[in-house]
C-alpha cells in the first residue's frame, strides 16, 4: 500500500511540473485554442505524429489483408458454414476478451513497444525478451508472405507476370514508405485502409443484394448454401467425431484472420494524444470484430456452398481462391470480380506494410531494454530507428522462395509459421495484464482511475490465456493423426512454440532473471513523460470528422487540428 501511496504522490507532482511549463513551445494558456504543440512525449527517439484519423484507420483496418477475403474459404471448405459463424464468433469474442486488457495496459503506458516491453517490466525480464523476439519474428515473417499472396492475387488477371519484378517492386514500396517520416505511413495507411473499408462494403452488398434476387439468375437463394450441404462438415473424421474436427478447421482459420490489438499496441509510442487517441481506438476493436470478422464469415458462408471444388484455391496456387470472386463467377456477374481483386490487391499490399512497420518498431523496443543489439536504438532526425529497418527489409527476400518453388506451398509454410507466433502474442498478453493487475492491487492502485478501465478483470485474461494455450498447442493436432506425419508440416506448425521455450530459458539462464514480485513492479515507468506530454494540450482533441472534414475542405473556421499546431510548434522552434 505504500508503495502504491509513493507512487500517486510522485504522479501528482510530475503532472502538476508538465501542466505549469512554459518552456520552448509548450503552451498552456486556454484562451488560445491554436496553442501550438510540441512533438515530445517519449523518452526515446520515436516522435508522436500519428493523429486521430491515422490511428482510427489503422485501427479499424491496418491488420486486414489475405486472411478475410482469401485465407477465410478454407474454414468454409472444412467446417462448413455453421461451423465457419459459430467459430469467428467464438474467436473474436475470445480476442475481445484479450483485448479488454490489453487496452487498459496500454492507454495507461503509451510506450514504444508496448506490450512486449510490458511483458519485461511486470512479469520477467525473459519472458519480455521472449515476447519481444516472437512478435518480431512474427511481423517480419508475415511480409513475405504477403508479398507471394499478392503475386497469387495478380495471376487472377494473367500468370505470365514475374514472381521477381512483384516481389522487388513492393520491396521497394515498403522500404520507400517505412523510411519516410512516421506521418507519411500513417497517411498512405489511412487511405489504403480507406480502400479495405470500401472492398467490406462491396463484398457485404454484393452478398445481401444477390440473396434476396438481385443477380443475373434472379434467384433469391437466401440461406440455402447452409442446407444444401451439411451447415457442420466433416473433416478428416466421420461423424460427430469429423463435425467437430471441421469446427476445429475453422476455428484454426479465425486464429490467422482475426486480429487487431497488437497493431494499436505497436503504434501507441508514435501517437499523438494518446491517453484520448488510442483509447478511441481499442474501443472500436469491439464493433470491427462484429462487422469485419464475424459478419465477414456470415457473408462467406451464404454466398457460396462449402463444396465448391475451386476454394481448394484458397491455399493452393490460384488467384481465384477468395470465396466472394467465386461467387461472382458462379453467378455470372462480370466486370464486379476485377474491382474487387484490384481491391484485394491494396488490401494485401497495406498489410505487408503495417508488418514492416511493426517489425520495426518490435526491433527498436528490444534494444531500448537491451535485448538486442544497441545499434538498433540508432534513429535518423525523423524518428525512424533505422538499423531495424534495415534488417527488418531483409526478410521481404525470403518472398523471392516462390521463384523456385510452388508458390502456394511458400504461402502455407509462411501461414503456418506465423499463426503458431500471432497466437502466443494474445496469450503473452494476458499473462502480462494478469501480473499488471496483481500490481495494482498489491500496490493499492486504483484501477477506476485510468483513462481505460476494462471491466470484469482479470477473469476475462484468465479465460483468454487458457483458450489461446489451447488453440496454439492444439492447432497442428492433425499430423499426430494415423497415416498423417509429415515431419516439415509439423515444424511449420511448432516451430515458432520451440523458439519461444528457447529464447525465455536462454535470457533466463544466462542473465538469472526472476520473476517479478507485484509489489516491486515498476507502475510509474514512462508514466511522467507521458502525463507532461499529455498536459500541454489544452484545447480538445480533434475529432476524427473534424480531421476528415479537414481533408476536403469543409472544415468551417480557423479552427485548427492538432497534427497542424504540431507542425507551427516545430517552425517556431526552428527560427529559434
Not at 451447415?231 to 476455428?251: C, H, M, N, P, S
Not at 456470415?298 to 477468395?322: F, H, M, P, Y
Not at 544497441?374 to 531483409?394: D, H, R, W
Not at 497542424?564 to 510548434?569: L, S
Amino acid at each position: 500500500m505504500a508503495d502504491g501511496i509513493e507512487a500517486r504522490r510522485v504522479n501528482s507532482s510530475v503532472q502538476e511540473k508538465g501542466a505549469g511549463s512554459t518552456s520552448g513551445s509548450i503552451t498552456t494558456n486556454g484562451a488560445d485554442s491554436n496553442a501550438p504543440i510540441a512533438p515530445a512525449g517519449n523518452s526515446d527517439q520515436l516522435q508522436r505524429r500519428l493523429t486521430n484519423r491515422h490511428l482510427q484507420l489503422i485501427a479499424i483496418g491496418g491488420s486486414i489483408g489475405t486472411g478475410l477475403f482469401v485465407s477465410i474459404g478454407t474454414g468454409l471448405q472444412r467446417g462448413g458454414p455453421a461451423s465457419l459463424f459459430l467459430a469467428y464468433t467464438i474467436y473474436s469474442c475470445m480476442l475481445g476478451l484479450v483485448n479488454n486488457g490489453m487496452a487498459e495496459m496500454c492507454v495507461y503506458m503509451p510506450v514504444t513497444g508496448s506490450f512486449i516491453r510490458m511483458a519485461g517490466k511486470w512479469v520477467d525480464e525473459a519472458f519480455g525478451f521472449m515476447a519481444g523476439w516472437n512478435f518480431f519474428l512474427y511481423e517480419a515473417f508475415l511480409i513475405p508472405f504477403e508479398i507471394a499472396a499478392l503475386n497469387l492475387v495478380i495471376t487472377f488477371w494473367r500468370d505470365d507476370v514475374p514472381a521477381v519484378a512483384v516481389c522487388l517492386i513492393c520491396i521497394a514500396l515498403y522500404g520507400a514508405l517505412n523510411v519516410v517520416a512516421v506521418r507519411y505511413f500513417g497517411e498512405a495507411e489511412f487511405w489504403l485502409s480507406s480502400g479495405k473499408l470500401l472492398l467490406i462494403v462491396m463484398v457485404f452488398c454484393f452478398t445481401f443484394v444477390t440473396m434476396v434476387g438481385g443477380n443475373p439468375q434472379n434467384d433469391a437463394y437466401g440461406f440455402r448454401n447452409w442446407m444444401v450441404v451439411s451447415a457442420f462438415k466433416e473433416y478428416i473424421g466421420q461423424g460427430d467425431t469429423g463435425r467437430f474436427q471441421g469446427f476445429l478447421a475453422a476455428v484454426y482459420s479465425a486464429g490467422f484472420t482475426v486480429v487487431g490489438p497488437e497493431y494499436i499496441s505497436m503504434i501507441a509510442g508514435e501517437a499523438m494524444r494518446p491517453r484520448i487517441y488510442l483509447k478511441q481506438a481499442f474501443k472500436t476493436v469491439y464493433w470491427r470484430f462484429a462487422f469485419f470478422f464475424i459478419g465477414g464469415a456470415l457473408a462467406c458462408s451464404i454466398v457460396l456452398r462449402s463444396d465448391n471444388k475451386k476454394l481448394e484455391n484458397a491455399g493452393t496456387g490460384t488467384a481465384d481462391g477468395s470465396p466472394y470472386v467465386i461467387a461472382m463467377e458462379v453467378m455470372g456477374v462480370r466486370v464486379l470480380p476485377h474491382i474487387i481483386n484490384a481491391l484485394l490487391c491494396t488490401s494485401i499490399f497495406s498489410a505487408g506494410n503495417a508488418y514492416t512497420y511493426c517489425a520495426m518498431r518490435s526491433l527498436y523496443g528490444l534494444a531500448l531494454d537491451g535485448q538486442a543489439p544497441a545499434i538498433f536504438k540508432k534513429c535518423m532526425s525523423n524518428g525512424i530507428p533505422i538499423y531495424a529497418f534495415a534488417a527488418t527489409m531483409i526478410f521481404p527476400f525470403l518472398s523471392l522462395l516462390q521463384v523456385s518453388n510452388n508458390t502456394a506451398q511458400v504461402v502455407t509454410w509462411l501461414q503456418s509459421l506465423t499463426q503458431a507466433a500471432q497466437i502466443m502474442n494474445y496469450t503473452i498478453m494476458c499473462i502480462t495484464y494478469i501480473c499488471f493487475h496483481r500490481a495494482c492491487v498489491a500496490q493499492g492502485f486504483d484501477r477506476t482511475s485510468l483513462p481505460y478501465y476494462g471491466y470484469f478483470q482479470p477473469y476475462c485474461a484468465y479465460v483468454g490465456a487458457v483458450f489461446m494455450t489451447l488453440v496454439v498447442t492444439s492447432f497442428g493436432y492433425t499430423t499426430f493423426l494415423p497415416g498423417r506425419w509429415d515431419t516439415l508440416t509439423f515444424f511449420s506448425y511448432y516451430t515458432m512454440i520451440f523458439v519461444g521455450i528457447l529464447t525465455y530459458t536462454t535470457w533466463k539462464i544466462l542473465h538469472k532473471t526472476k520473476i517479478v514480485k507485484p509489489h516491486e513492479a515498476d507502475l510509474i515507468w514512462d508514466k511522467p513523460i507521458i502525463d507532461a506530454y499529455e498536459a500541454q494540450f489544452t484545447t480538445e482533441p480533434t475529432r476524427f470528422r473534424d480531421d476528415i472534414r479537414k481533408i476536403f475542405g469543409m472544415l468551417k473556421g480557423n479552427k485548427s487540428t492538432d497534427s497542424e499546431r504540431q507542425e507551427t510548434a516545430e517552425q517556431r522552434q526552428g527560427e529559434k
